[in-house]
T-cell receptor, first 115, second 111 residues
Framework: ETGVTQSPTHLIKTRGQQVTLRCSSQSGHNTVSWYQQALGQGPQFIFQYYREEENGRGNFPPRFSGLQFPNYSSELNVNALELDDSALYLC??????????????FGNGTRLTVT | DQQVKQNSPSLSVQEGRISILNCDYTNSMFDYFLWYKKYPAEGPTFLISISSIKDKNEDGRFTVFLNKSAKHLSLHIVPSQPGDSAVYFCAASFSNNDMRFGAGTRLTVKP
């Protein structure tokens, strides 16, 4: 069973730039969620994708956007980077939200630093 | 809007003793509760979960208790082992919607 994989592991960007983070979901999972974890805090929900459509969104501005592909992999795009965007970005896959409650399975994250 | 709270940032216990991690929530609509463990440089790993229709769920050394009237969740680890040292997050969701996480508790188990 292949787990959730994220790339890159680390990234340094300059304020105002754009970044794309990538995620491959665990086999058999067709729902992908993205979380932001700032230092000393718990993961904060950004959005979720199911069947290639956004299926729920947290309190993040529109410059945070995403995509899900037919193979269930996903991208997180952040435009006009700000210093406060520096964080660990976590991708998690799960079984469909329309089914019974199921846990999220996380990747190891991408550490983004904005200077 | 902090709907899930872990008020203890850290906990230290002796190997072999019980570790009790606590979590409070405010949203009575939550129907699914989970605990995750996180080691440095790794993503959170699912540990154990409980549905709101139950008040206890056990898996080996780990037991989760749910007190719905108090909106309180706890994780018991017995006996604690040095390998259990990690940051523990509690989380909650309703109808498989977005999962809300607490800020985490760093558990240190001393040999």
């Amino acid at each position: 069973e292949t787990g959730v994989t994220q790339s890159p592991t680390h990234l340094i960007k300059t304020r105002g730039q754009q970044v794309t983070l990538r995620c491959s979901s665990q086999s058999g999972h067709n729902t992908v969620s993205w979380y932001q974890q700032a230092l000393g805090q718990g993961p904060q929900f950004i959005f979720q994708y199911y069947r290639e459509e956004e299926n729920g969104r947290g309190n993040f501005p529109p410059r945070f956007s995403g995509l899900q592909f037919p193979n269930y992999s996903s991208e997180l795009n952040v435009n006009a980077l700000e210093l406060d965007d520096s964080a660990l970005y976590l991708c998690a896959s799960s079984l469909p939200r329309t089914g019974p409650n199921s846990p999220l399975h996380f990747g190891n994250g991408t550490r983004l630093t904005v200077t | 809007d902090q709907q899930v709270k872990q008020n203890s940032p850290s906990l230290s216990v002796q190997e072999g003793r019980i570790s009790i991690l606590n979590c409070d929530y405010t949203n009575s609509m939550f129907d699914y509760f989970l605990w995750y463990k996180k080691y440095p440089a790794e993503g959170p790993t699912f540990l154990i979960s409980i549905s709101s229709i139950k008040d206890k769920n056990e898996d080996g050394r780990f037991t989760v208790f749910l007190n719905k009237s108090a909106k309180h969740l706890s994780l018991h680890i017995v006996p604690s082992q040095p390998g259990d040292s990690a940051v523990y997050f509690c989380a909650a969701s309703f109808s498989n919607n977005d999962m809300r996480f607490g800020a985490g508790t760093r558990l240190t188990v001393k040999p």
